[in-house]
């Protein structure tokens, strides 16, 4: 798993507590090509906190993605360790292959002249 943050030159030298870690949720929880990467820093008096995962794939395996997360949200501590990641930050980037699809009919509302999905 990888995760890159780009950061303006001009902001360098004020990015403190820059933690990471990572999370394999593959098989037997050791191969990397399913899991997490969770990334944390502070910018002045703002905390910044980036998540990429990939959870695991196929229709029939949404308990196993659901429990995916899970494991991902109480082993990925950053931060303060006692408490889960999620809450100890001022913004929280959560991005990823989830792997869920829509398998229901999609209505379409019609509002003024546009078609929200």
């Avoid at 502070?42 to 899970?70: P, V």
């Avoid at 950053?78 to 699809?101: A, H, P, T």
Wanted: net charge positive; aromatic share 14%; charged share 20%.
């Amino acid at each position: 798993m990888c995760l890159c943050i780009f950061i303006k030159k001009s902001y360098i030298n004020y990015v403190k507590n820059l933690e990471v870690i990572s999370k394999p949720t593959g098989i037997a929880n050791i191969i990397g090509n399913k899991g997490g990467v969770m990334i944390s820093f502070r910018i002045h008096e703002t905390s910044f906190c980036f998540i990429s995962c990939h959870l695991a794939a196929r229709q029939s395996n949404e308990q196993l993605r659901k429990a995916n997360y899970h494991d991902l949200i109480k082993s990925m501590r950053l931060g303060v360790k006692e408490l889960e990641s999620c809450f100890q930050f001022d913004y929280i980037f959560w991005m990823g292959d989830f792997n869920f699809r829509i398998d229901r009919i999609l209505i379409l509302l019609k509002f003024e002249n546009f078609l929200l999905f």
